[in-house]
């Protein structure tokens, strides 16, 4: 299965950006969706942005405008840019793949998780 690293976080000023890497090995990636989540101190995990098997995006409403998910299948990269971070963008953030299955990328079920990389915004 596919072992997934994240890089890139760190401490940011409020209206910076950050690039987030999630560099996968252990299998090819153009099968599987993948996607960012993030999980700051006393939340829930929340979707940040994702990107279906087929190439296609989707992003939070929180970050609609002010990101871009990118899957580079050759070089087994996903990454994630925001720009002007905000406070409340703090959170661990989380790479995962999931393998589509009936139509659906359930990530929660079925996901291989990163080990996570954070964020600080401040």
């Known amino acids: 299965h596919v072992q997934l690293v994240e890089s890139g976080g760190g401490s940011v000023q409020v209206g910076g ?39 296609t995006p989707t992003y939070a409403d929180f970050v609609k405008g002010r990101s871009t998910v990118s899957k580079d299948n050759a070089k087994y990269i996903l990454n994630l840019r925001v720009n002007n971070l905000k406070p409340e963008d703090t959170a661990m953030y989380y790479c995962a793949a999931v393998i589509k299955l009936q139509r659906k990328c359930d990530y929660s079920r079925y996901g291989y998780w990163g080990q996570g990389t954070q964020v600080t915004v401040s």
């Open 17 to 55: 950006s950050l690039t987030l890497s999630c560099v996968a090995s252990g299998d090819t990636i153009g099968r599987y969706c993948m996607g960012w989540f993030r999980q700051g101190t006393g939340k829930q995990r929340e979707v940040v942005a994702t990107v279906d098997s087929d190439g």
